[in-house]
């Protein structure tokens, strides 16, 4: 017995061979290697936006592991063993607040991810 695909068969089976390639094109290509983490955000500002409120967001990441945003607020940060950007605030409005995100960093580009939802997107200056 031949099996024979018809005319709509082979469509859908295009159809789903061309989304399993496009959804792989959109997912997230997180940097995985902590040593390259670290040496991305050591010493750098991050200047970039922060998603939820479309506010501009800056954060300076200090060689000794402390952390400034533009409010002044401090925090001190480290890189987790998953590769993930850490920070704990010590002060200001997010005083207590612990997380870790996923870094990406594409053409010049760094986004941070929150449970898999970009928060963050902007550059790294001062390196």
Sequence with gaps: MKFELGNTARALLAALTLGTAAG???????????????KLLTGATFIGVYLRTEAAY???????????????????WWVDDQARY?????????????GCMNVEFEDGQ???YSEGRKVVEGIVSGK
């Design 58 to 76: 800056t954060l300076k990441f200090g060689s000794d592991g402390t952390l400034t945003d533009s409010t002044g607020a401090k925090a001190r």
């Design 110 to 112: 760094v986004a941070l």
């Design 86 to 98: 850490c920070r704990e605030w010590l002060d200001g409005k997010l005083k207590g607040n612990t």
């Design 24 to 38: 792989g094109v959109l997912a997230q290509n997180f940097i995985t290697d902590k040593a390259e983490v670290e």
